[in-house]
């Protein structure tokens, strides 16, 4: 290289002398020699030139040739690994027949963390082949702080598509049309996950006829025009079990299958719950399935246990909530901490304290946000774990004050309901839930005066079930006696109508101790009657006898007429229990005579006690019209739990004239009756009579299996004799000569 280079400056002097410049004035006298020293210069350089050219070539032997660009890059194909994806294949079929139906925009929609964006990915490998022009991936990152703008999306789509520098700059219609231009003709399948909004997606979907869009987005997308969308919803508890065994191993849940399904509860089907409890516990091997349940059976840390390296599920509920506005993280975190399950718009508008339009159009936001769900047009309901995060914004964004008003605001508007007369049959479970809240609160004046107006709407023959859970919840937070003393005699009754024998009389006990403390004749006589009536049902008539006789005496002193008509009829049954007709017949007459109009259920029942004492007494006549009469009563006021009774004491009067089947069909009306509206004792009684009629009938197998029921009934509610009565007809079927009849 030196070389060549001094050649060439001696040359360009010696051309320059040789086309008229002058030499200095030492040499001028050598210029004629410059046109010969041009020639031999030019060829000299010439061949030192061919000789450098030699030399490299010879120096590199084993360079490759160079290989012009390519006109045609390689497809792109961007897709990330896609996760294990369990318990989603309805889902994935669903994704599979929205596009064979000719879907080209599918919008995938969920709540954080139910697996949106594993389902997308697992459709996407699957048909990656149907799509050779390649597959693109953009992250939208909808649920962090900064999403991407489309105009940023698109410069990135058009530099996977080949576009040089220049076509990736313009305005944002301009970057959108020039994308669907570069991908017109191609077959391609893009995916963007996590979108924040249709407003980011819809300039960045291709037009042509071979692309596919799969969109994922933890809000409803249904303003994105000619999506088909697919909404998740959390896993069945057979499919999260499933999705558990793939990620902890089917051997640790067969070990321990009662604790896999605790698990399975408490995360209410949501995968990324399931997935974070199952590594946990694969991340330890010496714990149980139940021993990790047991540490998220506190409410009060379920979400700070579901946590696992970066992935928690109060991050993913957070990172939602922080982009709500003020007004819809308000009705999030007030009507979200509702004490219930399903709520209405009334309810959470009273709790938050707003307009009941303000709250309507906010709760439509958060469904749409998946936040709220709506399973009615007129119901809304939260995710277990979701309620969970709602209550702890309102436990950490709230002052006391104000979220002790959002609890009575609630009571209040219950309260309001009930007192009107208004069916609160849809608000039942609320009612309990906001009850034991506000117990638990201290707020016992407004949780009584809630159950004061809902008890008188409890007319049903069910209703005891539901009025036992309504008095218990406010016993024992009574510090009043007299509120106390009530409270017990209700839960007593309850518990009798069930057939719990044993927690009616303990129950019973106790409210007569509390009303002899008070020295209240009025309440004494209450519970002393509620007492004697349990006395009864459980086997100890002698007992029983003496209370209601010391009612009777307190009720006529006061002069309470219809209590002193119920007293009666509770003794008329316990001497028909007896088998003492001469004694329950006056009794019972006196109460008829005290009758008034119009008539009621406790009619009905008088004459029924009279029915059966006359039946003891061998008055079949004067029984069937007596309870004609009691039949009527109970049709005419649609009252199933008396009707379930007159049924009872036909179906006897039957028995007594041998009229086996007509018999049999009473008492399985009666039983049919006692099921519906889970009067254990009945349900028993039910049992007993039709083994009677069967054994009577000499089919024994029929009769046994009767008894057995009227057994298991009987032991269910604790009442030990009953019980021995039913298992001595199923003894008396081995002996012949003994009567199993239980009337």
Known sequence: MTVSSLLSVVLAVVVNVATGGELPEPVAAYGWLAWPTVVVLTLTGVGLALWQHRLGQTSQPSAAPVVPPADDPAPPSELPVAPQLVGREAELAAVEELVGAGAQVVAICAAGGTGKSALALSYAHGVREHFPDGQLYVELGGASATPVQPQEALIRLLRAVGRDAEERRGTLDELSARFRSAVADRRLLVLFDDAFDAAQVRPLIPAGAGCLTVVTSRRLLADLPGAAVLTLDALPPGQALKLLSATVGAERLA?????ARRLVEICAGLPLAVRIVGSRLRARPSWTPSALADRLADENRRLDELRLGDRAIRSTFQSTYDELSDVDRLVFRRAGAHPGVLFGVESAARRCGLGRRAVQDALDRLVDAFLVEAPTPSS????????????????????????????IRQLGWLRDVAASGADVTHERDNILAVLRTAVAEGLTDQAWALVEAVHPLLTAADDHVYRLQLWRSVERAAADERR????????SHSYGLAGEVERELATAQDAVAVAERLGDPGELAQTTRRLGEALRAHGRPDEAEEQLLRALRLFQRSRAVEEEIEVRSALGVLYNTLRRPERSIPVLERAAALLSAPETALHGYVLLGLAAGHKLAGHPTQASALTRRAFSIADRLDDEFLRGYCLHERGWLAVEGERHRDAEKDFRAMLEIFLRIRHGAGVGAAHQALGSVAAAQGRRDEASQAFRAAVNEYERLGNRNLAEKARSSLSALDSPSRNPSGS
């Open 255 to 259: 070990a321990d299958p009662s604790g």
């Open 484 to 491: 106390r003393v009530r409270a017990l005699r209700w839960v």
């Open 380 to 407: 809304y309901r939260l995710h277990d774990l979701l309620r969970l995060f709602a209550a702890e914004m309102l436990e950490r964004q709230e002052t006391p004050d104000d979220r002790t008003a959002c609890l």
